[in-house]
C-alpha cells in the first residue's frame, strides 16, 4: 500500500521499519519538529526522522498538520492510507478524510483503557497486570476510534517503562500489518469503544517524578519503574536532586523494627542503612533503593553510592 507515516518516538521508529520491511511503498514520513537536548542543547532528530532518512523516506515536520499548507501537500501525495503511531497531534477532519482506507492509528494500551499521551507509563504507575496494542480507525476524538484488532502484553513484576516499550513495540508490527492486509482486503473490524470503561492517561513532566514518600511504598516502587528511563522519579538527599531508579518493597509486618525501637519515624527517613540498599520509611511499608543517582553524579548501585557517600540514619529525603 502507499503510506504516509506519522509518528515521533522510538516506539514509532519500529513499528516504521517494520512497515517497511514488509514492503509496503512509505511516500513519506511526518513527525514533530526538531528539538534542542542535553547539556549541550544539541538539536536532536525524532527518531521517526532519523530512521526514515536512513531509509531514504522523504521527511516532512510541519509546526502543526492543521495548517492549511500542509494539508495541501498531503492531498498533494494521495496516499492510500495514513499511518500514525505516538505522533503527538490530533489529527483534523480536513486530514482524515485523505487517505482512500482512512487513517489508522497504532495505540500503546488495550483502549479504550488508557486514552492519551503516556498510556505506557501510566498502566504501570496504575499496577496494571497486563496492557497491549490496540489498531484502530481514527476519527476527530482523542483515541475514540473504532478498533479493528488487540494483542495483549504481561506486565510483569519489575518492568520499568523502558521494557515494557520494548514488548509493546514488537507486538505492534504484525499486528499493524495483519490489520492493513484486513483493510486493503475489505474485511477490517469496526468494534465499537464503549466510552464507559475509558480512563485517560495525561501526558508526563518531569514534576510527576517528585516522590511523595507519604504514599504507601507499592505505589512509589510503581512510579520508579513507570518513569524509568523518562522522565525518572526522584528526591532531595541534603540539597541536592537524587534519581532513584530502581528499588524493592518491604511490608511493615516484614520489617524489623531494631533502627528505631519505640521512636517514631517519618515518611522520608532513612530507617536503616544495609551493605546494598539504603530503607526509607513511606506512608505504609519500607522502600529498599537498590540503584540510584545523585546530581551530578553518573547512576549506580547503592552498594557503590554508599561506598563513596555517606548517608546517616534519620536522614530525610524531601
Not at 536512513?54 to 494521495?78: C, G, H, T
Not at 488487540?150 to 508490527?173: Q, R, Y
Amino acid at each position: 500500500m502507499n503510506i504516509v507515516y506519522m509518528g515521533t518516538p522510538e516506539i514509532a521508529a519500529v513499528v516504521l521499519k517494520a512497515l517497511h520491511d514488509a514492503g509496503h511503498h512509505m511516500i513519506a514520513a511526518v513527525t514533530q519538529q526538531d528539538k534542542p537536548k542535553g547539556r549541550g542543547n544539541q538539536v536532536q532528530y525524532p527518531p521517526v526522522k532519523e530512521l526514515a532518512l536512513s531509509l531514504d523516506i522523504p521527511v516532512y515536520q510541519p509546526r502543526r498538520v492543521k495548517e492549511p499548507e500542509f494539508i495541501e501537500v498531503l492531498k498533494e501525495l494521495n496516499p492510500e492510507v495514513i499511518v500514525v503511531a505516538a505522533f503527538g497531534q490530533i489529527l483534523p477532519k480536513a486530514v482524515l478524510e485523505i487517505p482512500k482506507y482512512g487513517c489508522i492509528n497504532v495505540h500503546a494500551s488495550l483502549l479504550p483503557k488508557y486514552r492519551g499521551a503516556a498510556p505506557i507509563q501510566w498502566s504501570i504507575i496504575e499496577g496494571e497486570e497486563k496492557t497491549g496494542i490496540t489498531i484502530m480507525h481514527m476519527d476527530e476524538g482523542l483515541d475514540t476510534g473504532d478498533m479493528i484488532s488487540k494483542a495483549e502484553v504481561n506486565i510483569d513484576p519489575k518492568e520499568t517503562f523502558g521494557s515494557l516499550h520494548d514488548k509493546l513495540a514488537e507486538a505492534a508490527g504484525p499486528l499493524l500489518l495483519q490489520a492493513l492486509s484486513d483493510i486493503e482486503a475489505g474485511k477490517a473490524n469496526r468494534i465499537k469503544q464503549k466510552d464507559e470503561e475509558s480512563s485517560y492517561a495525561k501526558i508526563l513532566d518531569k514534576s510527576i517524578g517528585h516522590i511523595d514518600f507519604n504514599q504507601p511504598a507499592e505505589k512509589i516502587e510503581r512510579l520508579i519503574r513507570g518513569l524509568n528511563p523518562w522522565p525518572s522519579a526522584y528526591t532531595a538527599l541534603e540539597g541536592k536532586i537524587l534519581k532513584i531508579w530502581d528499588a524493592d518493597v518491604i511490608s511493615e509486618a516484614a520489617y524489623s523494627e531494631k533502627a528505631f525501637p519505640g521512636e517514631a519515624v517519618l515518611p522520608g527517613e532513612v530507617r536503616e542503612i544495609e551493605k546494598d540498599a539504603l530503607l526509607i520509611q513511606t506512608g505504609e511499608g519500607v522502600l529498599a533503593v537498590k540503584e540510584l543517582q545523585l546530581e551530578g553524579k553518573k547512576r549506580m548501585t547503592a552498594e557503590n553510592f554508599l561506598r563513596g557517600y555517606e548517608v546517616k540514619v534519620k536522614t530525610l529525603l524531601q
